[in-house]
């Protein structure tokens, strides 16, 4: 009985956090499927929370994604992905996050694996989505193997000519022969 009341409780802060997820409410949501893997637990004994402990996992990945705390989704990713490995929305959050850290090589190769457990699990448009995703990350992958002149510069890649001509020129005088001085 006292199981039953723990899981349903676990339930309930799931569906709280997924509404407050769907509303925009990032830092409730967050807090409820925390508060739910609190309770849920990680005991071995009870199969280490199992698949509802990885879909929480999952989901608190994806919103901190949302809110811009990467490294913290990814750790959850990797949490989710050992209790649940072909869970094709936890390899999809992880990829995603190894594209914003530049881990072009990763994103790639778990855009491949989310598109393989799709075409299992899911639906048609999550692996035209997921190939979609992909081609992105490869064309990342592919520029990320030649110059970046812009990060060079320190610009962004929508910046003006200005911009651009005000960078060269900073950057030209701390290089410059004439204009730098020795550290001796």
Known sequence: MRLRKRIKDVERLKEEGNVAFKTGK???A????AEALERIGADPREGEGGP???MLLS???TTLVKLGRHDDALADTEASLVLNPTSFKALRTRARIQLHLENYDAAVADFKSA??????EGSDADVRALRAELKKAEVALKRSKTKDYYKILGVERECTEVEIRKAYRRESLKHHP???R???
């Open 115 to 120: 598109i393989e457990q799709a075409g299992i």
């Open 178 to 180: 004439d204009k730098v």
């Open 26 to 28: 990032l830092l409730d």
């Open 59 to 61: 989901n608190r990945a």
């Open 182 to 184: 020795p550290i001796l």
């Open 52 to 54: 509802l402990r990885a």
């Open 30 to 33: 967050a807090d409820k499927y």
